[in-house]
T-cell receptor
Framework: GENVEQHPSTLSVQEGDSAVIKCTYS??????FPWYKQELGKGPQLIID?????GEKKDQRIAVTLNKTAKHFSLHITETQPEDSAVYFC??????????????FGQGTRLTINP | NAGVMQNPRHLVRRRGQEARLRCSPM?????VYWYRQLPEEGLKFMVY????????ESGMPKERFSAEFPKEGPSILRIQQVVRGDSAAYFC???????????????FGPGTRLTVL
C-alpha cells in the first residue's frame, strides 16, 4: 500500500521568509496530492491540492510542486505570516478508482512563524 | 454553505461503554470517510462509505468498531466496549460524487475528541 513520508517534523522561520515542506510517496499509481493545515483543536483544512497531470499549482502565497518521476511533492509558503503557524499535513491517494479513495497522510510538520 | 458537521465535539466514556459519533456531510456530498488521529500523530484512514454502502473498511479494527451511512440521516461511527486506547480525535470528511468512486477533494469536519476514562 501507499506510504507517505513528510519532512521536516518541525520548522521555524522568521516572519516574511519562505517555508518549504517536502513529502515522498511510494505508490506510483497515486494521482492526487492534497495539503491540509490543522490548527490546534480544529479539523484539517484543505489549503491546496495537485493532480498528477500537473507539475505545479499556485494560489496566492501558497504553491505546490510535484515530481512524479522522483515521487515527491512539496509545499511552498512565501511571505510567511504569524497566522501561518499550524501543523501541515501532506497526503496522497489514487483518486477515481472505486474503493481506493483513502487518503494516506504524512506525519505532519509543525510550522512556527517567529515575529 | 454549512461544512461537514460532527457531534458531539467532545465525548467522555468509561471503559466498557459505547461511543457513538455522528457526521453530516456537506450538502451535495455523497462520500463519507472516517479518520482517527492520535495525539501528535497524523490521521489514519478507517472507513469509506457511500449511502447505504461500505466501500472500504480496511482501516477499521476487526472488533468493536462499526460504521454506517444510512439513506436518511448522518453517518455513524460506533465503538463498542471502549478501552483507553480508543481515546483519540475522530474526524469525518466528505467529498462530492464523481465518476467511479469520487474524484473530489475531501473536506473535514471539526472532529470528535473521545476520552475513555
Amino acid at each position: 500500500g501507499e506510504n507517505v513520508e513528510q519532512h521536516p517534523s518541525t520548522l521555524s522561520v522568521q516572519e516574511g521568509d519562505s517555508a518549504v515542506i517536502k513529502c515522498t510517496y511510494s505508490d506510483s499509481a497515486s494521482n492526487y496530492f492534497p495539503w491540509y493545515k490543522q490548527e490546534l483543536g480544529k479539523g484539517p483544512q484543505l489549503i491546496i491540492d495537485i493532480r498528477s497531470n500537473v507539475g505545479e499549482k499556485k494560489d496566492q502565497r501558497i504553491a505546490v510542486t510535484l515530481n512524479k518521476t522522483a515521487k515527491h511533492f512539496s509545499l511552498h509558503i512565501t511571505e510567511t505570516q504569524p497566522e501561518d503557524s499550524a501543523v501541515y499535513f501532506c497526503a496522497a491517494t489514487r483518486s477515481g478508482v472505486q474503493g481506493a479513495q483513502k487518503l494516506v497522510f504524512g506525519q505532519g510538520t509543525r510550522l512556527t512563524i517567529n515575529p | 454553505n454549512a461544512g461537514v458537521m460532527q457531534n458531539p465535539r467532545h465525548l467522555v466514556r468509561r471503559r466498557g461503554q459505547e461511543a457513538r459519533l455522528r457526521c453530516s456531510p456537506m450538502k451535495g456530498h455523497s462520500h463519507v470517510y472516517w479518520y482517527r488521529q492520535l495525539p501528535e500523530e497524523g490521521l489514519k484512514f478507517m472507513v469509506y462509505l457511500q449511502k447505504e454502502n461500505i466501500i472500504d473498511e480496511s482501516g477499521m479494527p476487526k472488533e468493536r468498531f462499526s460504521a454506517e451511512f444510512p439513506k436518511e440521516g448522518p453517518s455513524i461511527l460506533r465503538i463498542q466496549q471502549v478501552v483507553r486506547g480508543d481515546s483519540a480525535a475522530y474526524f469525518c470528511a466528505s467529498s462530492p460524487p464523481g465518476l467511479a468512486g469520487g474524484l473530489g477533494a475531501q473536506y473535514f469536519g471539526p472532529g470528535t475528541r473521545l476520552t475513555v476514562l
